[in-house]
């Protein structure tokens, strides 16, 4: 099993990479001898992977972490790296290799304190591999001084540093970020394959691996989750009945209502599971005494743990809902298809009596305003809107069609 072997659908981003991480040898042999760099290398010291969500741009990144870190001794004799056995390859792909840092964020966005120190560490020489790898897989979410403060680090590397960025798309990074950087694109892995992965892999049923893929429409995550977690069927079951409920102005406002609870609720088990134990990790950290009293001075240090969990719990609640939108969006992109008469396949087959009750009783037309509406709701909470307002103005405007 190779390194790339997770990397569904993406053929020419795999060649790509590999290419690169063959070359990459060379370059550090260049740069330890202190030569110049080999000419016509496909490798470069940033990359900037985007695509839709599901699409594996976090996976290709491991992958090719991986593949610059490998140690089999196939390389030597002019083997593709990335053999996915040898210790190189398996710490890098499992998160515990030295000299590979994997950065992802449960908040709304990344500062400059927490950039900072992870330009810091990029500037370190390698403890045990060939390259520092820094995976950054949500780029995206830098706020603009964060960002700078990485530019200052991209535009200037440490020899032999090398940062993976991902983003969904070039607009959500920095113009002078990603200039910088080499870019591939990712696409949304064919449906036949992410239920492949899901048999091979994870030993799913090959029925309900299928219906996964099918119903998620191509995001390998998702489809995991859902072909695994029955509360994840439950959920996405619930938000397809929503259609069949906005026939009046209290039907709206209800199914608004249970559509937000139910996504605090998510919210609030994910993050009361993390939030305790964070807690009580630092309490044990600053030294608290018997009877849970905190020694004095660190008032201030547990009040910023709180406002992170707080932001955290935020960030939850506004995915758990994204997720929802995102069903309700591939349910009207369905009865659109069934009105055009269209020969694509529908993604939410488990649901087709809704879905032609909604087709005969509605027009093309509607359709895509209710399409629109659900992408409204969705730009409304990105805009920080309060999420009970912006569902509720949803569900009124699927009402009017």
């Known amino acids: ?43 470069t010291h940033a990359w900037l992977f985007t695509g839709p969500p599901g699409s594996g741009r976090s996976t290709a990144a491991r992958a090719f972490a991986a593949a610059l870190q490998c140690t089999s001794p196939d390389r030597a004799l002019g083997g593709a790296p990335g053999c996915g056995f040898c210790d190189g390859c398996h710490t890098s792909l499992v998160g515990t290799h030295a000299d590979v840092d994997v950065v992802r964020t449960d908040l709304l966005s990344i500062g400059v304190k927490e950039t900072r120190e992870l330009v810091r560490r990029a500037q370190l020489s390698p403890a045990v591999g060939r390259w520092q790898v820094i995976i950054l897989e949500d780029a995206d979410r830098l706020t603009e001084g964060a960002g700078n403060v990485l530019l200052k680090a991209v535009e200037e590397p440490a020899p032999r ?5 991902c983003a969904p ?33 994870d030993g799913i049923d090959p029925e309900r691996a299928a219906s996964a893929a099918r119903a998620t429409q191509g995001h390998i ?99 758990s809902l994204d997720l929802a939108l995102t069903d309700l969006t591939g349910f009207y992109r369905d009865v659109l298809a069934l009105q055009l008469g269209s020969q694509i396949a529908l993604s939410n087959v488990d649901v087709r009596d809704a879905l032609d009750r909604i087709a ?42």
């Open 169 to 201: 798309s070039l607009e959500d990074v920095l113009p002078t970020i990603r200039s910088r950087c080499r870019h591939l694109t990712l696409r949304t892995p064919p449906v036949d394959a992410v239920a492949d992965v899901l048999i091979r892999r």
């Open 1 to 43: 099993m190779s390194v790339w072997d997770d990397l569904v659908g993406q053929d020419r981003v795999q060649e790509q990479l590999g290419a690169a991480a063959q070359d990459a040898d060379a370059l550090v042999t260049a740069i330890s001898a202190g030569e110049r760099v080999p000419p016509g290398s496909r490798m």
């Open 360 to 401: 005969r009783s509605s027009t093309p037309e509607r359709t895509l305003r209710r399409i629109e509406a659900v992408i409204a709701c969705r730009r409304a909470l990105d805009r920080n809107v309060a999420p009970l307002l912006a569902v509720e103005a949803m569900t009124m405007a699927l009402r009017a069609g």
């Open 161 to 165: 540093t090398v940062w993976l960025l």
């Open 221 to 319: 995550g998702r489809a995991r989750r859902l072909a695994t977690d029955e509360k994840a069927r439950a959920r996405r079951a619930a938000v397809l009945k929503l259609p069949l409920r906005v026939d009046d102005i209290g039907g709206c406002l209800k199914a608004a209502q249970e559509l937000v609870d139910t996504a605090a609720d998510d919210a609030k088990q994910l993050s009361e599971e993390v939030d305790v134990k964070e807690t009580e990790d630092m309490k044990a950290a600053l030294g608290a005494v018997a009877g849970g009293r905190m020694p004095r001075g660190t008032a201030g240090v547990m009040k910023e743990l709180e406002d992170k969990q707080k932001r955290r719990k935020t960030r939850t609640q506004r995915d």
